[in-house]
Nanobody, 128 residues
């Protein structure tokens, strides 16, 4: 059973930083895609960033480029989302997701992942 456990959400003032963690367990395969999605009230869930297990293939939504960084610790099967220069519009529930089917080419297009496994989510609130 694949399981993702997110942590690191919280409340911060605009301009602040947070680091989200996603611990992945249950995969017997070593190649898969992990990403962070977010959903604000009344809005669709959107892909924020993703990384393939090669550590090289990454994706960032335009709205977070230059502010967010996704990274992984393969030894801990954990993916991180480092969020800097946070803005009120970054306020949302952040979800970690993995996809075993999506290879590197699809990993950079999170909306097209064919087989996502979701974590429970962690709330990020940025006040002005």
């Amino acid at each position: 059973q694949v399981q993702m456990v997110e942590s690191g959400g919280g409340s911060v003032q605009a301009g602040g930083s947070l680091r989200l963690s996603c611990a992945v367990s249950g995969y017997t395969y070593r190649s898969y895609c992990t990403g962070w999605f977010r959903q604000a009230p009344g809005k669709e869930r959107e892909g924020v960033a993703s990384i393939y297990t090669d550590g090289v293939t990454t994706y960032y939504a335009d709205s977070v480029k230059g502010r967010f960084t996704i990274s992984q610790d393969s030894a801990k099967d954990t993916v991180y989302l480092h969020m800097n220069s946070l803005k009120p519009e970054d306020t949302a529930m952040y979800y970690c997701a993995t996809d075993l089917v999506a290879g590197p080419a699809l990993c950079v297009r999170p909306r097209l992942w064919p087989s996502r496994n979701w974590g429970q989510g962690t709330q990020v609130t940025v006040s002005s």
